[in-house]
């Protein structure tokens, strides 16, 4: 094809292209002007719910104008659908929601002559897939569902990310990021965090036995566990336990086949290159999606570590290709690898069958794609990989019973491609009936905080932040409940969005990510604790009832406007003017709002970032102030007006001794120019 000033031309087709998105939705002003004219943000024209939504050409973020290069090529675009010699418009961006609409937009803004209109649904970029997938190419209408979903999930973080981002913000007198996935994310990073940080370590005893029977030393661990204040308990049972007989009442040893781990989707491919290499989400993604549009591995932003049934002939001649570089491999069905009902819209990373060469890659590249590559392998490898199990169960004078396992690898099988992280365990050489030494004594232990997360521990909360991690779910564990949670939309965020948002919050300032561990920052702690000051709550309840709604347009059980009318009626419940007693009040208004006359020199009392301050202050360097926050309490607005007014404000509930940490009530009153306590009704 021969290269043109913004797109290609060849044989029967013209390609073009965006880059990133050249449309994004209008800005507030464009509905709802400030009366003065101005792009200052202002509490008048939010919350802003549009009848409908307008998109426009991007605008540069500092200056307010279209950027020239967007508009350019836009205009590219808009010629090219208009040439006389165009009979069809294909769709070919990226197959998902996102690819979907980016298209959508421009196409439905250029399309004056309505010209028909494909789609192009690639899940590899393969010559071959590319050559098969025009040959059955749907019309565009046949993916509305998913776009509708597209658009659906876009006016909706417009909704939240615009109103809740500007009132928080003017509340706060800082920038708040504030989204529908951003807010839980960065919140369960602080929830972890303050969890470890105020963690109170407690000691208890447990009974451990070490003792040499033959030669070796056996190891048995009672389930029974003491409080601090419980050490001659501990010791009285260590006592009667060695009093006992310890002896081997049954063994077990068998032959067994040890599966290999699943196909990746997306975010369990960047749980492993995070732990093992330390490699973040969006560097992992950006290097996986160099490698798809080079066709060396499918589409990567899936859901799904299974493969469709209808791809049995595709595998196998993607096995073909991987034999020819050494690798022992054979196909294989069954439901841990094909099964449609663990399927949304793509299948599993897979490499394709075009294998590059080990120097075309950068070792970056080459860590990805082995990483894919090896797994490929294991799950379609030609040996089995094959141990031998012990199990040895003892009894201690019949008061409790110690079972003891191993596992030895007896033929390696796939293990010799994939990760394998267990070692093997060889047990004491003990037979039915063996009597064992045992010297049971109490042990001191402490229980442990919780662990920071990491890119996997994060990921897998975000994948269903509603599943209990009572322990890391190992690779052959039913996945039901998993699946069930990414269709019915519970997940935080999705593949296509996870990572974009995760590094928003990085370069935002409120986490950090060392090696592989997340950290809540200082304006991620300021982030948090405003939202609850200010109750919004955007929890992952919330999130997760407008996850569902989304997925319910997906399936076409819900329109646009369903899902749109749950996210305003959440927004609603932010703005809404709440009756609540003055002792309860916490609203403290909005930054640069008057409150009052000051004390101390009758100037102005405004709203400030920290609280309420006198507005005299360059002029004459009054210093009055009053906190709105004391004691973990806010300070509300009305209170304060009262403070000024009359000297004392209402009683207040629900301060908190830092001492103590017990509430209290109390009045504030004025004295000197300072709010201090009052405790007399």
Not at 71 to 89: N, P
Not at 135 to 156: F, H, P, Q, V
Not at 286 to 293: G, S
Not at 566 to 594: C, M, R
Request: charged residues 30%.
């Amino acid at each position: 094809m021969k290269r043109a000033d913004g797109y290609l031309i060849g044989g029967e087709y013209i390609i073009t292209w965006v880059f990133g998105h050249l449309f994004s939705l209008a800005d507030i002003e464009y509905y709802s002007p400030n009366p003065d004219g101005t792009n200052r943000w202002s509490i008048k024209n939010i919350p802003c719910f549009p009848e409908k939504f307008v998109f426009e050409l991007k605008k540069d973020q500092r200056t307010k104008q279209v950027d020239p290069g967007v508009k350019k090529q836009f205009e590219t675009i808009k010629a090219l659908i208009g040439r006389d010699d165009v009979d069809m418009i294909i769709n070919a961006g990226d197959a998902d929601r996102e690819g979907e609409i980016i298209i959508r937009i421009c196409v439905e803004e250029a399309n004056s002559n309505g010209k028909p209109f494909k789609r192009l649904w690639l899940p590899d970029q393969t010559p071959e897939t590319i050559r098969q997938a025009l040959s059955e190419m749907k019309d565009e209408s046949e993916y509305e569902n998913l776009a509708n979903e597209g658009y659906a999930r876009t006016y909706i973080d417009w909704l939240y990310g615009v109103n809740l981002t500007r009132f928080a913000t003017l509340k706060n007198g800082k920038l708040l990021r504030v989204g529908r996935v951003i807010v839980p994310i960065v919140k369960a990073i602080y929830d972890r965090d303050m969890a470890i940080r105020n963690f109170k370590p407690e000691i208890y005893y447990g009974i451990v036995s070490k003792a040499i029977t033959n030669g070796e030393e056996i190891e048995l661990t009672s389930k029974e566990k003491f409080d601090k204040n419980e050490f001659s308990k501990a010791q009285a049972l260590c006592d009667k336990y060695n009093a006992s007989d310890a002896i081997v009442i049954e063994k077990k040893k068998k032959k067994d086949t040890l599966k290999p781990g699943k196909l990746y989707s997306l975010t369990k491919l960047q749980n492993v290159l995070g732990k093992k290499y330390k490699m973040s989400m969006e560097q992992s993604l950006k290097i996986v999606q160099d490698l798809y549009e080079k066709g060396y591995v499918t589409y990567p932003r899936t859901n799904s570590e299974y493969l469709a049934t209808a791809e049995k002939d595709k595998i196998k001649t993607i096995l073909t290709s991987v034999s020819k570089i050494g690798y022992p491999v054979k196909f294989k069905d069954g439901k841990t690898i094909f099964d449609d009902s663990k399927i949304e819209s793509h299948s599993a990373l897979t490499p394709t069958y075009k294998i590059p060469k080990k120097d075309s890659l950068s070792p970056d590249e080459y860590t990805v794609y082995s990483t894919i590559m090896r797994r490929f392998v294991a799950v379609f490898c030609a040996e089995d990989c094959v141990v031998e199990k012990t199990e040895i169960k003892i009894d201690v004078g019949g008061f409790e019973e110690f079972t003891l396992k191993g596992t030895v690898i007896a033929e390696p099988g796939w293990t010799k491609y994939d990760d394998y992280s267990k070692k093997d365990k060889i047990l004491p050489k003990l037979e039915k009936g063996d009597k064992i030494n045992v010297d049971f004594k109490p042990t001191e232990k402490e229980t442990q905080p919780p662990k920071h997360y990491t890119i996997e521990t994060l990921n897998n909360y975000l994948k269903n932040p509603f599943k209990e991690d009572k322990k890391k779910a190992s690779e052959d564990d039913s996945d039901e409940e998993e699946y069930r949670a990414i269709f019915e939309g519970l997940e935080l965020g999705t593949e296509a969005t996870r990572t974009g948002i995760i590094d928003n919050a990085k370069k935002s300032g409120y986490i950090e990510l060392k090696k592989d561990v997340y950290k809540i920052l200082p304006d991620g702690e300021n982030l948090i604790e405003s939202l609850i000051r200010m109750n919004i709550s955007m929890d992952k309840y919330k999130t997760a009832e407008v996850g569902k709604a989304l997925k319910k347009v997906f399936r076409g059980e819900f329109t646009i406007d369903d899902s749109i009318a749950i996210a305003k009626s959440e927004i609603k419940t932010v703005f809404a003017k709440k009756n609540v007693p003055p002792e309860l009040d916490t609203d403290d208004g909005f930054i640069g709002d008057i409150i009052g006359k000051c004390p101390m020199c009758g100037a102005d009392v405004i709203r400030t970032s920290f609280g309420y301050g006198c507005s005299g202050y360059k002029e004459n360097g009054c210093k009055f102030g009053i906190k709105n926050v004391i004691c973990s309490r806010v300070i509300s607005k009305a209170n304060v007006q009262k403070m000024l007014e009359t000297g004392i404000s209402y009683k207040i509930d629900g301060f908190v001794s830092p001492k103590s940490g017990k509430t209290f009530q109390a009045y504030l009153k004025l004295e000197s120019g300072r709010a201090v306590f009052d405790f007399n009704d």
